[in-house]
């Protein structure tokens, strides 16, 4: 049976992503026809043509009831990502419309990514480069830092992201704390680290990094009634979904010091943010002892080849009737 699939809005795989998905064999030996547009897919953005079986999507696509019910021949959405906020699980099973994800493709890459915010803000990396640039004075007056040797970090989530943030800690001789619904014994075990209660971990933590997934019960994980509860000047990292975290309890905590600061990759407002409107996080990005960085901690070019890899095995898998990645998805 041949399929017919259509993908949103590839721009950050560039050309090349669209390139390898088009001329890609095995999706041409199972049948499938690949076809591209340009912009995201959502209820303002439903192309002329909604014949497909199949659509690719990234996060940054809204698939929900309104669209899903555009599409009468869709039987999967393929989304290029590991999070699956952005699709209504609940409307795609009512259809009988299988979703699959990419469970795996940057452990190493988001951790390597939350690291590298640890070290600006631990090191002043970004006011240290102003310093030079901008007021052209060669002095380190100000810019003291601190080590991470020896500094408490604090993991909420470990799964195969969180577990990579957990191996580099140790490498940076850090004492580790996590927090995760489900416990993995046997690597805390091999790792040497205690599970304990999020307020534990919050009180506990010089360094905390979120690395859960986004769902109903993750939703302002961190919020106003809990972020005075984390340890005096710690600094907090999300390069998770925004909105594990309350951007108006971050903000406050920042302004009264109980965050030393912080290392934003994701925020609740990023939706309007790409829409050029930067108002409701214009205090957040203003504030020197914070790093905000446009979504980007999964993107190099080896994290991109997986997705693509993974997306092309998920497809053929389906169109074939050995379907990999399915049944992934709970909700919570």
């Known amino acids: 049976m041949a399929y017919k699939a259509i993908f949103f809005h590839l721009e950050h795989a560039g050309k090349g992503g669209e390139t390898y998905l088009a001329t890609n064999e095995k999706l041409k030996e199972a049948g499938i026809e690949a076809t591209f547009v340009d912009d995201v897919l959502d209820v303002d953005h439903i192309p002329s043509d909604t014949s497909a079986d199949i659509i690719g999507v990234f996060v940054e696509s809204k698939v929900n009831e309104a669209v899903i019910a555009s599409f009468p021949n869709l039987k999967l959405i393929a989304t290029l990502t590991t999070g699956f906020d952005h699709i209504d699980l609940k409307a795609a099973a009512a259809r009988g ?46 810019l003291q830092g601190f080590d991470l040797s020896k500094k408490t970090i604090g993991v909420i989530g470990t799964g195969r ?21 489900f416990h993995d014994d046997a690597f805390a075990s091999q790792m040497g680290f205690p599970y304990v209660s999020l307020e534990d971990l919050l009180s506990r ?17 961190i919020n106003r009634d809990n972020i005075n509860k984390i340890k005096q000047g710690a600094y907090l990292i999300n390069t998770a979904r925004g909105a594990i975290v309350e951007t108006a309890a971050l903000i406050e905590a920042l302004k009264t010091g109980r965050l030393g600061g912080a290392g934003i ?56 009737g050995k379907p990999v990645n399915l049944g992934k998805i709970k909700l919570v």
Not at 117 to 142: A, H, M, P, V, Y
Not at 169 to 178: I, Q, R
Not at 276 to 305: C, K, Y
């Open 205 to 221: 933590s010089d360094v905390i990094t979120i690395h859960c997934p986004y769902l109903p019960s993750t939703r302002h994980l």
């Open 161 to 181: 992201i969180g577990k990579y943030a957990v191996r580099m800690a140790k490498g940076f001789d850090m004492d580790v704390v996590a927090y995760d619904v």
């Open 265 to 320: 990759d994701v925020l609740e407002e990023e939706d309007v943010m790409k829409k050029g409107d930067m108002d409701p996080v214009q205090e957040l990005v203003s504030m020197p002892n914070v790093i905000v960085t446009p979504h980007n901690a999964f993107n190099t070019r080896e994290a991109f080849r997986r997705i693509l890899d993974t997306t092309v095995e998920n497809i053929v898998g389906f169109a074939t």
């Open 97 to 142: 419309i299988e979703v699959c994800s990419v469970p795996a493709y940057g452990e190493n890459t988001v951790a390597e990514f939350a690291f590298a915010l640890i070290l600006g803000l631990s090191r002043k990396l970004c006011e240290s480069r102003e310093r030079i640039r901008d007021e052209r004075l060669f002095t380190n007056d100000g």
